[in-house]
Each structure stands twice: as C-alpha cells, then as structure tokens.
C-alpha cells in the first residue's frame, strides 16, 4: 500500500513538473513591442488594443528580437476589406537577416497568407531564396537539397477553403528539428521535411501599399492577435 502510495506521488510531481515546463516556455509575444524589433529603414507597427497594426510602403517584416529554433507558434491575422490595391501578407520563421547597405532584410521560411483567388493561404514560401515550395508554382519555385520531402504534396479543396475572408485567421506553425507543420484555421496545409535552417527570428508582414507610399491613405492595415510560441 505504501509503495502504491509513492508510485501515485511520484506521477503527480511528475505531472506538475510538465506542465510547469509547458508554462514556462510558452511567451505571449503581445506584451509589449519591445519584443520586436524593425530591421528595415520602411514600416511601422502601431500595439492598439491588444492587437499589432502593420502598415508599410514595401515588403516589409516586423522581427522578433528573440531567435527560436524548435517551437509551436499561434497568432491571428486579420486582412483588411474593401480596397482595391493588391494586399498580402504572412509569417516568416527561423528567419536569417542579411545586409542591404542603409538597412537589413529578413529572409526565409514564410507562411503564406493569400486573399487572392489563387488561395494558397497556408503554403509555405520560401522569402529572398527559392520561392513556392508547397504548393508548387509552374515558374516560381526552386526547391534544392535542402527540401527533402513534402508530406503532404496536394493542395486540395479543404487547403484552398481554409481561409476566411474579412474573419480572423488562426495559424499554428509547428517546428521540430527539419520537420516543418503549418495548420490555418485547424487544417493541415504544408507538412515538409526541410534542412535549410535550424533556427532564426519570427516575423509578421506587410506587403506594402502604394496609396500609403503616395497618399499616405492607411486603409489597407493589416491586424495581428493571440500571438503565442511555445519553445520545444
């Protein structure tokens, strides 16, 4: 009886010590803006009720000022609604930076974002190097040693559907070693094998707006929340 007694101690200590880790390592990355940092000489980033606003004149990413190497992260994004202009946007992860002269750029793995009738919101593309690499783009995509495998190669109806115009759109993008998960809205939509890189800094985007660079018109924002990682 008294060993059964130990055995059941030991389990809840055990049990308690896990989810104090899962605690511990979960950060909630809406804080304060002082876990970002902006790379670039374009972009601003407004925290406005809990939610980050982005707005730009070019491409533009809004980095962590943390790398992350193996991790689950979560966020909601909201595009914005009734403008003409072309407008897109995403999340880069295990970014690397490099130098452009006056400023910096950040480059690689992307969860994509796409409002446009194309609907490949949830692929992955690879920023500033090989481009598409799920789904596959009949000119722009240049997968090489590095992409070992795609898990799952189609992109079906269900991948296409899950996202909701003008609704917030929860990804979870899951890294563990070469092993890379991004699900929209609770779908699987890219499961790969990739060795490129191991770690690097997280970033939301801006595509750019040319009626904010000529006008200063700041309808086309788009919206962040809910935006949590868990190191692994």
Request: charged letters at 25%.
């Amino acid at each position: 009886m008294i060993k059964s007694y130990l055995v059941l101690a030991v389990l809840l200590l055990s049990s308690c010590a896990n989810t104090s880790v899962e605690k511990n390592n979960k950060t909630n990355l809406l804080q304060s803006l002082d876990q970002w940092q902006n790379v670039y000489n374009d972009g601003e980033a407004n925290l406005v009720d809990g939610e980050i606003e982005l707005i730009s004149k070019r491409n533009w990413f809004y980095l962590t000022k943390k790398q992350y190497k193996n991790f689950i992260f979560e966020a909601e994004v909201k595009m914005p609604s009734g403008i003409s202009e072309y407008y897109n946007s995403g999340f880069i992860f295990r970014a690397q930076v490099r130098d452009k002269g006056d400023f910096q750029e950040a480059y690689g793995y992307q969860a994509e974002v796409d409002p446009s009738d194309r609907k490949w919101s949830g692929g992955l593309y690879d920023q500033g190097r090989r481009q598409w690499l799920n789904p596959i783009h009949p000119s722009r995509s240049h997968p090489d040693e590095d992409f070992k495998q795609n898990l799952s190669p189609d992109w079906t109806a269900e991948k296409s559907n899950a996202y909701k115009a003008d609704e917030w759109n929860q990804y979870k993008i899951e890294c563990i070693g070469s092993e890379i998960k991004i699900y929209l809205n609770g779908v699987l939509t890219t499961h790969v094998i990739d060795t490129k890189d191991a770690q690097g800094f997280i970033g939301i985007q801006h595509h750019g707006s040319k009626a904010f660079a000529e006008t200063g018109a700041r309808d086309n924002v788009v919206r962040f929340k809910n935006i949590v990682i868990t190191e692994l």
